[in-house]
């Protein structure tokens, strides 16, 4: 069975709490819980969720490691800032899928730019939380 991590950047913990209409009503754990209800018996599914830019880095570099299959990702707003998650990203050779639960295209300008999206094999954006459920997915059949 694939291994698949799904990472969440900065604030993700709060999905559900606050800025519903960006983000929608569900929660964290609750994205959790429609993964595994989804892709029991079909993929292991790892989750971690941190505010720290290096606890991130850290996780990649483990997961690399310990071969896994694929990585879900959503940085933030690391995403359009962060050199050290794209080398990250760059240096695990796992393939990766970028997701935005908002489309970033329609919001500011610096969102337009996602400096992890080249360290990606793909990205989603703006299909809200089905962009999880897509990404692994993708990841599965790769
Ligand atoms: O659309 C996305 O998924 C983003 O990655 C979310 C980031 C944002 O900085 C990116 O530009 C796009 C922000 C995550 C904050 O999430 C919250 C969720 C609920 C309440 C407050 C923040």
Redesign the pocket.
């Known amino acids: 069975m694939k291994k698949i991590a799904i990472l969440n950047g900065p604030?993700?913990d709060?999905?559900g709490?606050?800025?519903p209409e960006i983000?929608g009503s569900a929660t964290l754990a609750e994205l959790e819980a429609a993964l595994r209800a989804e892709f029991a018996q079909k993929a292991a599914l790892e989750f971690f969720q941190s505010n720290h830019e290096g606890e991130l880095i850290d996780r990649i570099a483990k997961l690399a490691d310990s071969k896994v299959d694929g990585i879900v990702i959503?940085g933030?707003?690391l995403?359009?800032t962060s050199v050290a998650l794209r080398d990250a990203l760059l240096g695990a050779h796992v393939p990766a899928v970028e997701v935005?639960?908002?489309n970033?295209y329609k919001?500011e300008e610096f969102?337009h730019t996602s400096l992890t999206a080249p360290a990606c094999a793909a990205v989603i954006t703006g299909l809200g939380l089905e962009g999880y459920h897509a990404a692994v997915r993708f990841l599965l059949k790769t």
């Open positions: 604030n993700l709060r999905l709490k606050r800025e983000y959503n933030g707003a995403t359009h935005h639960i908002s970033i919001r969102r």
